[in-house]
């Protein structure tokens, strides 16, 4: 069955409080409306900073939520000189320390995480896939640098609805794109 | 089977006519011996320029060859803002024109491109291993990011000795390192 593909440049997740230290009053705005419903490019950006090196213009998506979360590429922890597990979304077991920067203030703590590659379903589309009772899938890259995809982690809410997410060394070491429409298998 | 993996990192190669440019007469020094026998990295770096960004400390590696040639990542190519081939080394057409930048001089050239996946390999080990007539084979990682990557090219030679190259984007992807032993299979 082919789904949609979204791949994922580094970006962050803020608590209220954690957006109020970086942002003071300012409002949050939408910059673009995500796949996901109710998930948005916001209109604003952070700083990522740890000893050895600092990147610039990383985006905060919204809306705000019940934890803070800073989502790199395996290649983005080199440069950071940081060791990040990979995880979950919202499982900050072990997440590598960083500092985010705002323009009114920041907050350092262990919220850094490589996240897993995963497929966001809701209730109704999984079973209509027979997806029912698997948790992980394989996603098939066709082309020069084809690749197929293991553990990718089946994540189900009501909220979402299929699109399958890659981070961006996935993505470019298998010249996938965001819009692409990919095969996944069970494994 | 499984085969030694070797994570190759954005790198250079020079003909003596563009190395006289770069260094002058500065000799060419050996800082390691590579895996492929009569390959090394050298002691020498350049800075690797478009109009959109420069990646200094670029690896030139030896010993010089009959073209010059930029090895860049996907990811990297993204940063210098040019749209480089996928190739197999030594095949530079349509390669993207950077700038090579040494302490004596520079040069601007079409001859940037992100390199195959490729497995080096001698005609004994091509024997031995059943791979006499097979182009590609397809490389088997495991671990949290299990990966199978396709279009893994054979090269043979017999100046090489048994090795898998995979670039930045995909030993990143999926966690694999340097020194790694990968099974392959036929695909």
Redesign the interface.
Known sequence: MKVLLGISNRHVHLTEEDYKTLFGDEPLGVVKELVQPGQFSSDKKVTIKTEKRAFDGVRLLGPLRSYTQVEV???DS?GLGIDPP?RNSGDLENAAVVTIVGPKGEVTKPCCIIA??HLHINPQQRQELGLVGVDKVSCIIPG????????VWIKESEDYTLELHL????G????AKTGDEVEIIVQ
Chains 1, 2 share one sequence.
């Open positions: 590429s395996k290649t080199f990979i897993n590659r020069e640098k084809a690749t197929r995809f293991d553990n981070d961006t060394d996935d470019n070491g298998s010249l």
